[in-house]
């Protein structure tokens, strides 16, 4: 597996994307009742934790998505689980009904055409921990972004060397399904280096200064 070091790796190392959801908190069998507070459910602070793992650029040392609990009195943060089944998941985010989680995998060999690919999890309302439901290519390489739709029915996903932005189908299940449409970068390349670095900056640029759509 081969990486060009960008700025991006250089800036972001082995911690990279992160997020947090306030859960309902579930009563232990059917008869119990969460505790009130303030005519509300009680909530708990789960937050979510990817970053570079050693199968992705130099350098990653993460072990997958780490799941914490947050004390919203001190900001203490609980470890309670880390979902080791997929590599470096360097931007995380949720559904906007935060029933599934979707994950970037940044690297460039999931297929035979070089992409990275994207996993969807289902979190377990009660406790945080992720399901994982399926597992499909990007459409590029090392993608590095995604954004679910409103309507929780579409995950767009960039991809960061391969200079392509995806959109990929949600299934009623919130697991992954065709690849809806495909956009490939049309500008013209930046200069790896730019003429106004200051000094000592050293990045790479890999990013054309713009995409059309």
Known sequence: MTHSFSRRVFGLGSFAGALTVALPVKAADDTAKA????GKSAQRTICYIGGY?????????????????MNQKTGTLTSLT?????????YITLSPDKRFLYAVSEINDFDTAHSGSVTAFLVDQATGGLKKLNTVASGGADPAHLSVHPSGRFVMV?????????????????SLGRMTDLIHNSGPRMPDRAADNPPGNFAVSTIPPRIRI
Do not use: M
């Not at 793992?53 to 609990?69: A, D, L, R």
């Not at 960039?158 to 919130?174: E, F």
């Open 53 to 69: 793992t050693k199968h992705g650029p130099p350098g990653g040392n993460g072990e997958g998505i780490s799941v914490f609990e």
């Open 35 to 38: 505790p009130v507070q303030d």
């Open 82 to 90: 880390t979902f080791t089944d997929i590599a470096s998941p360097s």
């Open 158 to 174: 960039a991809n960061y060397t391969g200079g392509t932005i995806g959109i990929i189908h949600v299934l009623a299940d919130g």
